[in-house]
């Protein structure tokens, strides 16, 4: 083999190994704060590194109606948050929550948590304001958007009746965002939920939850499996 032929080979291999890097900045590109940006102007979307899927192919972002703030700026128009596609910036669904971090600042009393399925099909979204419980959905992830299901309302319920209705009066319903939210392949969610007093030295009462969740095609369904009392950590 020529000498000219060798380097020609060489050199197509090497630009086949780069290829997967490539197309994965293609549509979102490393920050300085150790993120992601995907996209420009006002559809910039600015990942949440740490709600990045185990395949690292999908994550969490924020954008505003008004694009992403320059430095270090606080947010100017309505924050939005959307689960996005790393390799060309697709967003495949928009999420209940409206949680935003700059690298620097976030928003104040606002917590996010993204509960992958080990194959990254699937995922749970909790996001809490300083109260409440804003949005507990599941996402079931397709090639080009996200089959939903609000479980919120579902888990409240389950709850409350799990509770005598006196010691449940006047409480707020809240996922615990800083405890496991566990959700395997098999669609199998565990995690653990109080019914609290904001305010209060009254003791929250504790709940620990398990659901089934399905998915059929382009719908999905969840059911209860267990809902017991528990004493929770601080």
């Not at 419980?133 to 009746?161: K, M, P, Q």
Request: with cysteine.
């Amino acid at each position: 083999m020529s000498p000219m032929n060798r380097a020609l080979i060489v050199a197509i291999v090497s630009l086949l190994a780069l290829a997967p890097f490539a197309a994965a900045w293609a549509g979102c590109v490393p920050d300085q704060r150790q993120s992601f940006i995907c996209g420009d102007g006002k559809d910039a979307i600015r990942v949440f590194s740490e709600t990045t899927s185990p395949s690292g192919k999908l994550a969490f972002g924020w954008r505003t109606s008004a694009g992403l703030p320059t430095g270090q700026a606080e947010p100017a128009g309505d924050v939005e948050n959307v689960l996005v596609r790393l390799q060309d910036g697709a967003v495949l669904g928009r999420l209940g929550g409206t949680y935003w971090a700059t690298g620097k600042m976030r928003a104040n009393r606002y917590d996010l948590v993204a509960a992958w399925s080990p194959d990254s099909r699937a995922v749970v979204e909790v996001a809490n304001s300083r109260w409440d419980t804003d949005s507990f959905r599941f996402y079931a992830v397709g090639n080009a958007d996200s089959v939903t299901l609000d479980l919120h309302d579902l888990v409240e319920r389950a709850v409350r009746a799990k509770s005598q209705p006196q010691a449940a009066k006047g409480r707020v319903f809240r996922i615990r965002e800083d405890l496991p939210v566990k959700l395997d392949g098999d669609g199998r969610l565990s995690f653990a939920a109080i019914l609290f007093i904001p305010k209060s030295e009254e003791p929250a009462l504790g709940f620990r939850v398990e659901l089934m969740i399905k998915t059929i095609k382009s719908s999905a369904a969840a059911r209860v499996i267990s809902v017991q009392r528990a004493k929770l950590s601080d």
